[in-house]
């Protein structure tokens, strides 16, 4: 750091500011230190600050699978704003599983990370038992829940999924279908299904058991489903995917049937996947702020590191999309 100061022509306390609260300084003096540390090729000692401050930098974050792209802008979203502030992202994959999920959070905290952000909401009694006597900031992200173990900033699983199926009603579709991710495991697949139910209340109609389907995760599970669902029930009009490759699925075995959608099936997903937006036709959808989700948790982070107390609820909403396929 000495060496990284004389070159830059700086102080040490300045030169330990650019590398963690670098906003604190100007953009002139900032790019002035970390030149000199890439010139230098100084790395910090992160384990010696950690032995000091009895925290590190890393914030780590949780999410059930790195291969399902709906993460990736949340994960974005913290990246950038960590970045910022000259911490550093540790992302892990869950499997969809608690218990993987408990091992993560005991990994995390004896590698001493500042804040945890975690996409489930259910964690296993030992997990939340570990976060709390740790004291380690946490945010959950994947619905809005009711009890955060610590705070939470999302969108109302509930809300969007009741929203979706008024929005199909309200265009006349009479016979809606549900098809969602399976239930028993799944807290957010939960809440969407409890969401369309709901919606039949609110539009006093019975809810038929025939309409209402759980599959596992793909593209050929919607296009099954779909399939299934006509069979069953030949005067089904319209079909809410509680998650996009299974509307994705459903459109292209569709296609395939050569059913015309929507004048012989309405489909409508969940998330505002890339390909909904160029499918022929579009999906109809809800648009949700996924990466504004990931900027507020890392800012809310940021925020309790610094000292503020504030335990947060945000919800962040969403927008219901209307496209062709509807």
Same mark, same amino acid.
């Given at each position: 750091?000495?060496?990284? $100061? /004389?070159?830059?022509?700086?102080? #040490? ?5 650019? *590398?963690? @609260?670098? %906003?604190? !300084? ?57 970045? $910022? /502030?000259?911490?550093?992202?540790? #992302? ?5 599983? *608690?218990? @993987?999920? %408990?091992? !993560? ?57 009741? $929203? ?77 995917? $509680? ?84």
């Amino acid at each position: 750091m000495r060496d990284v $100061a /004389a070159a830059a022509g700086v102080s #040490l306390m300045t030169v330990s500011r650019a *590398l963690r @609260e670098p %906003e604190r !300084l100007s953009g002139e003096t900032r790019k002035a230190v970390l030149d000199a540390v890439r010139r230098i090729g100084y790395v910090p000692n992160r384990i010696a600050a950690n032995l000091a401050s009895a925290r590190s930098s890393v914030v780590g974050q949780i999410v059930p699978s790195i291969q399902n792209s709906l993460y990736v802008d949340t994960v974005k979203g913290t990246a950038d704003v960590l970045r $910022a /502030a000259g911490m550093q992202l540790m #992302l892990a994959d869950s499997g969809y599983s *608690l218990e @993987e999920e %408990e091992a !993560l959070i005991a990994a995390f905290v004896a590698q001493r990370v500042s804040g945890l952000i975690l996409h489930n909401t259910e964690h296993t009694p030992r997990a939340v038992e570990m976060i709390r006597r740790s004291g380690v900031p946490v945010i959950e992200t994947g619905d809005l829940a009711r009890r955060p173990v610590d705070m939470s900033i999302s969108y109302s699983n509930f809300n969007a999924a009741r $929203a979706m199926t008024l929005h199909l009603a309200a265009r006349g579709y009479r016979s809606i279908g549900c098809v969602s991710l399976v239930t028993r495991v799944n807290r957010r697949a939960r809440e969407r299904q409890r969401g369309y139910l709901a919606a039949l209340r609110i539009l006093k109609r019975p809810p038929d058991p025939r309409l209402t389907m759980e599959v596992g995760p793909g593209m050929t599970a919607g296009a099954r489903a779909m399939v299934d669902m006509v069979s069953r029930v030949p005067g089904v009009d319209a079909i809410f995917f $509680a998650g996009d490759v299974l509307a994705v699925g459903a459109l292209f075995e569709a296609q395939r049937r050569r059913w015309a959608v929507p004048g012989r099936i309405a489909i409508a997903g969940f998330d505002d996947l890339e390909i909904l937006q160029h499918a022929v036709p579009r999906v109809t959808c809800l648009r949700l702020p996924r990466l504004e989700i990931g900027r507020r948790s890392a800012e809310s982070l940021i925020d309790r590191l610094r000292g503020k107390e504030e335990r947060i609820r945000l919800d962040l909403g969403f927008e219901v999309i209307q496209r062709e396929s509807t």
